[in-house]
C-alpha cells in the first residue's frame, strides 16, 4: 500500500503544480501518476504499476493534450470589430441607392450603400448588412 500512496501524493502534486505552468503536460503526466497508484492499490507489483504510469501518460500526451489544446487556443469563434455586424439589421436614415446613402446600425449612423441597382431603399426601411467597405455599410434591402 505504500507504493500506492507515493502513487497517489505524486499525481496530486503534479496536478497542482499543472497549475503553474498551464502548459497540459504535468496534467497528463499527474493522471498517469493517479493511474499508477491504482493499478499499486490493485497489484502491488512496482513493474506493472511503472508500465501503467508509462503507458497512461505517454497515451494522454499523444492523445488527450494535442485536442485539449486545440480546444483552450481556438477561443469561442466570437466575431468582434465589423465582422460583427455582418448579417445585421439597420435601418436607412436616409434614401440609400448604390452610390451613397446612411443607415443606422448598432447604434451609430453609417454611411451606406445599396449592394445591387434597381429602386433607392426609402428611409425607415429596414435592412440587412452584406459587408463593410471601409467605413461603409453595403446593405441590402430585406424581402
Same mark, same amino acid.
Given at each position: $500500500?505504500? %507504493?500506492? !500512496?507515493i502513487?497517489?501524493?505524486a499525481?496530486? @502534486?503534479l496536478?497542482?503544480?499543472? @497549475?503553474?505552468s498551464g502548459?497540459? *503536460?504535468?496534467? $497528463?503526466?499527474?493522471? %498517469?501518476a @493517479?493511474f499508477g &497508484?491504482g493499478?499499486?492499490?490493485l497489484? %502491488?507489483?512496482? *513493474?506493472?504499476?511503472?508500465?501503467v *504510469?508509462a503507458?497512461t501518460?505517454? +497515451? $494522454?500526451l499523444?492523445?488527450?493534450?494535442p485536442a485539449l489544446k486545440?480546444? *483552450?487556443l &481556438?477561443g /469561442? %469563434?466570437?466575431?468582434?470589430?465589423t465582422? &460583427? !455586424? ?6 436607412v436614415?436616409s434614401?440609400?441607392?448604390?452610390e451613397a446613402?446612411?443607415?443606422? !446600425?448598432? +447604434?451609430?449612423?453609417w454611411?451606406?450603400?445599396a $449592394?445591387t441597382? +434597381?429602386? /433607392?431603399?426609402a ?5 440587412t448588412v452584406?459587408?463593410i467597405s471601409g467605413a ?6 430585406e @424581402?
Amino acid at each position: $500500500m505504500t %507504493g500506492a !500512496l507515493i502513487w497517489l501524493i505524486a499525481g496530486i @502534486l503534479l496536478i497542482i503544480a499543472e @497549475l503553474l505552468s498551464g502548459d497540459l *503536460f504535468l496534467l $497528463m503526466v499527474g493522471a %498517469g501518476a @493517479l493511474f499508477g &497508484a491504482g493499478s499499486a492499490a490493485l497489484t %502491488g507489483n512496482p *513493474f506493472i504499476d511503472v508500465a501503467v *504510469f508509462a503507458v497512461t501518460s505517454v +497515451g $494522454m500526451l499523444a492523445l488527450v493534450r494535442p485536442a485539449l489544446k486545440r480546444r *483552450f487556443l &481556438a477561443g /469561442p %469563434g466570437i466575431k468582434t470589430n465589423t465582422d &460583427a !455586424l455582418i448579417g445585421a439589421r439597420a435601418v436607412v436614415v436616409s434614401t440609400v441607392d448604390v452610390e451613397a446613402g446612411q443607415v443606422k !446600425l448598432a +447604434g451609430d449612423v453609417w454611411s451606406a450603400r445599396a $449592394m445591387t441597382e +434597381g429602386e /433607392p431603399i426609402a428611409p425607415g426601411t429596414s435592412v440587412t448588412v452584406v459587408e463593410i467597405s471601409g467605413a461603409t455599410a453595403v446593405v441590402s434591402a430585406e @424581402l
